[in-house]
């Protein structure tokens, strides 16, 4: 009887031991429940994310594809190389009246690069009697000259695309950079475009040039303010 007692005693204590074993085993099963239902949440989400990262990258392509083509390389070289021939022509022909054949221009679009490879640029190359030399070359006057036959070259050829007719020209001073002769051939230019106008208007403070068109608007600051006098 005493072993019988005795063992009974490390009976409960096993029981005892297995009960704890058992409820451990309980909340790992528990935890292990939980953690499946995470994994499961876990994997839904996972699945959706994939789906949105290939969504993701497809747009990705598409704005990539985008960009290159509405950038410096791609659609707007395209118009500027469709539209540089025209521009060239009417601006030489005007720069011919302008400086009596001396100079021509051209737009040059590519430029080589010293690491190797062609850049995408917009120069504009002047040709005279001495060759070809950068526009950055030419003095204030001779400058004048290139950029007023571009500007007019050019806004007529914005005006055609638009449908739309190039009425009135505002020529705001540019006179004091030119010389004599410079002045002379800028006033011969001005009306020999004239029929292509309803309207020139030019601004300056040049005396002598008054003369030179068949209407001015004379503006006289006093104390009073400004008096407008037609002459």
């Known amino acids: 009887l005493e072993r019988q007692v005795a063992d009974a005693a490390d009976l409960r204590r096993q029981y005892a031991l297995r009960q704890d ?26 699945k959706e994310l994939e789906k949105r990262q290939a969504h993701a990258q497809e747009e990705r392509s598409i704005y990539a594809a985008l960009r290159a083509a509405f950038g410096k390389g791609g659609v707007p070289a395209m118009i500027i190389e469709a539209a540089i021939p025209e521009i ?25 690069k010293v690491t190797g490879g062609v850049a ?5 190359i002047i040709n005279d009697p001495l060759g070809d030399r950068p526009y ?5 006057g001779e400058q004048f000259r290139v950029n007023f036959a571009i500007r007019i070259a050019l806004s007529r050829l914005l005006a055609r695309r638009a449908g739309a007719q190039l009425r009135t020209l505002v020529i705001d001073e540019g006179f004091g950079t030119q010389d004599t002769a410079g002045r002379q051939r800028l006033v011969e230019a001005i009306n ?8 020139i208007i030019v601004i300056t403070h040049i005396d002598e040039l008054k003369d030179a068109f068949p209407a001015c608007i004379e503006v006289t600051k006093t104390e009073q303010g400004s008096e407008i006098s037609v002459m």
Request: hydrophobic share 35%; glycine share 4%.
């Open 192 to 199: 020999a475009i004239q029929e292509g106008f309803d309207k």
């Open 88 to 112: 060239e022509d009417a601006a030489n022909d005007l720069l011919r009246k302008l400086t009596e054949g001396q100079i021509n221009l051209r737009f040059e679009t590519q430029r080589e």
């Open 21 to 46: 074993e058992e409820r451990q085993a309980r909340e790992a099963a528990v935890r292990a429940r939980q953690l499946v239902d995470v994994l499961k949440q876990q994997r839904k989400r996972f």
């Open 120 to 124: 995408e640029t917009l120069d504009i």
């Open 136 to 140: 950055e070359m030419y003095s204030g």
